[in-house]
Each structure stands twice: as structure tokens, then as C-alpha cells.
């Protein structure tokens, strides 16, 4: 090294570096925020598809609900069950992961759970359902 270049003192590194480090703790949060927002838009959007999914199954089925047990399984089961997605809704998602809210996903990673579900929404069972008959509808428009 040549006697007139200079280097940088012990006292200028250690600014920096802890200028570094006060911009990334007032970051942190801001960027944890983001995060959650996007996953709260992912749900959003979920919710979404399947509203459109309801809509488009009701038209061709001329308006009678799916069962809510079997709407995601035709044999039913809840979402811990091994049984395929092959239910009457599940033909109009079809994608994989857009029935788990990614909001669940990272609370179920921090309660530690085991097994993962295969879905997270659901739909009532009461809907479409006629009490007096005690089975469901056979014309949704007829619900008042």
C-alpha cells in the first residue's frame, strides 16, 4: 500500500454500519406489513374465485347448491382427510392452493401443526338447504 493512499478508520466503518442497521430495523416492520397485506389480498382473491366458482355452478346446475359436505370431495370428508379434491365444485377451481388461506398456513406453522389441510374454506351446510323437506333445494331462487 502506497503512504499517501488513504483507508477508511475503524470509527468510519462502524458508522456506516450501524447507519446500515438503523435503516434495516426501521424497514423490518414496513416490509412485514407488505407481507401481510399480500397474503390478506390472496385470501381476498380466493374468496373471490370462489364466489365466481358458486355463480357458475349454480347456472348450470339450474340453480341447486352443491352439498356443502361433498362440495370439494364427492365422497366428503373434512380438510384433514387423504381423499382426492374430485367434488362438483372442484372442477370449476381446479388449482391447486387456492383452497388454503395463506393466512392459515403461517398460523399453522406457528402453533406447530403436523398436517397440513387441504382446505381452509368452506362452505355452510345449511346453505341451499330446506328444512321443511329436509333436503336441499332444488331452485336456489326460490330462498327467501
Known amino acids: 500500500m502506497k503512504k499517501n493512499q488513504k ?3 475503524l470509527i468510519e466503518l462502524l458508522v456506516v454500519i450501524s447507519i446500515i442497521a438503523l435503516l434495516v430495523a426501521i424497514l423490518m416492520p ?3 406489513k407488505a407481507k ?3 397474503r390478506e389480498l390472496i385470501c381476498k382473491t380466493n374468496l373471490k374465485t370462489y364466489g365466481t366458482v358458486a355463480h357458475m355452478y349454480l347456472a348450470e346446475q339450474d340453480n341447486q347448491f352443491p352439498s356443502a359436505w361433498n362440495s370439494l370431495r364427492k365422497n366428503g370428508g373434512g380438510p384433514y382427510s ?3 379434491l374430485d367434488g362438483p365444485l372442484w372442477e370449476y377451481l381446479g388449482v391447486q392452493g387456492i383452497n388454503v388461506c395463506p ?3 403461517s398460523v399453522a406453522k406457528m402453533k406447530g401443526f403436523k398436517t397440513a389441510p387441504s382446505f381452509t374454506y368452506s362452505m355452510n351446510i ?3 338447504w330446506d328444512p321443511s323437506s329436509n333436503r336441499y333445494m332444488k331452485n336456489a331462487t326460490k330462498i327467501e
Do not use: M, N, R, S
Open 126 to 128: 345449511l346453505i341451499g
Open 7 to 9: 483507508a477508511f478508520t
Open 30 to 32: 414496513a416490509l412485514g
Open 82 to 84: 387423504t381423499a382426492p
Open 103 to 105: 393466512v392459515f398456513e
Open 36 to 38: 401481510d397485506q399480500a
